[in-house]
């Protein structure tokens, strides 16, 4: 939150908010910065708290809407389905709430983009995803991914992102904004470069056993493995009821950005574990799934591995740090795979995608 908030203050005094490192300072859109004011305006403790209210109250309402549109329309079940969601998805959301980071209310308008699309709501998705660019660059990914398929979205996100791009020109002085667009592109292709040693993507799950792929394989893998989840986005949607369908795209647009994004941080993992925690609640209503509800339902609560106490000497995140993460990732992609192709009866008001 300091970073936030030291960004907004320049940005209003009309100075450089990139001015900080590079690795570690604001690697943001410059809407990201003129959409902080409100907390930034409080008192910091007070900005702190609401801040934190605002964005895990956001992360709550992500979880309602997807226990709605996904686990539990049977009315009856909601409330218990919606517990024990929370107590398996919550978790993964402790390390990004600890730190105030954008990633917890990224995570959750991911999941609200998904329950409008299922509900062929395109306007209200567009706005869930459009805030989301503009809180995060990362949200570029499951914006093209779910635009790939419903095509229905793209004239209403080239609407809505044409709004992003003009919404800091209510700056005072707009010569400052354009300036601050060229200096936001030097530094997000200056910090895409990553710090593996620091970061949880699948390339550091790599490192952890002893390889080390050079940075131009990597950036292969990334557009090649891009296509592959591109791939199966299109045979979901074409599989699918509407609401699977919907669920399948969000879940591998976050999958792909814990494997492939190269600043893929431990609280990152925020982004996935809804999803996790949401199939391993659909399987326990299905019969013989006992094995993949238990391993999915570990896989959820795993992702809150960093923020496990020490116990003496012993620290679970110490021996877990940069590989169990993207171990579960990996693991989930398989899974996510067969959901796709595996056959299922589907009701006359779960509609197909297309």
Known sequence: MPTYRFASTQWWKGLDPYTQDQHG?????????????????????????????????????????????????????????????????VPSSLASLRN??????????????????????????????????????????????????????????????LIVIALPFLH????????????????????SKGDEPKYSDLAALLSHVGYDPSYELKTVARVIFALIFLVFAAIGARRLNRIEAAWVIGALSADYLMLFNPRTE????????????????????????????????????????????????????DMTDRWLKPLIALLFLPVLIQFIFEQRKTSAKNDPAF
């Open 25 to 89: 300072g604001f690697l943001y859109f410059p809407q990201a910065a003129f959409l902080f004011t409100p907390f930034n305006v409080l008192p910091l403790a007070l900005g702190d708290l609401f801040w934190r209210a605002a964005t895990f109250g956001l992360f709550l309402y992500a979880l309602v809407r997807l226990n709605d549109f996904f686990l539990s329309r049977d009315n009856a079940r909601s409330a218990k389905s919606f517990f024990i969601l929370c107590l398996l998805a």
């Open 172 to 191: 005072w002085n707009p010569s400052y904004v354009a300036h601050e667009y060229v200096r936001c592109f030097q530094t997000l292709m200056s910090a």
């Open 266 to 317: 431990t609280c990152s993992y925020v982004f996935l574990g809804p999803w996790v925690a949401s199939l391993a609640l659909l399987y326990s209503q299905q019969i013989g799934r006992n094995w993949l509800v238990w391993l999915l339902g570990i896989g959820s609560l795993c992702l809150a591995c960093d923020g496990f106490p020490k116990i003496g000497h012993f620290s679970i995140h």
């Open 100 to 161: 105030a980071q954008f990633d917890l209310p990224l995570a959750a308008l991911i999941v609200l983009t998904a329950a409008e699309i299922s509900a062929s709501r395109w306007t209200a998705a567009t706005v869930w995803i459009c805030v989301a660019v503009a809180l995060k660059p990362l949200a570029v990914v499951p914006l093209l991914l779910f635009a790939a398929i419903y095509w229905k979205l793209i004239p209403r996100v080239i609407i809505g992102l």
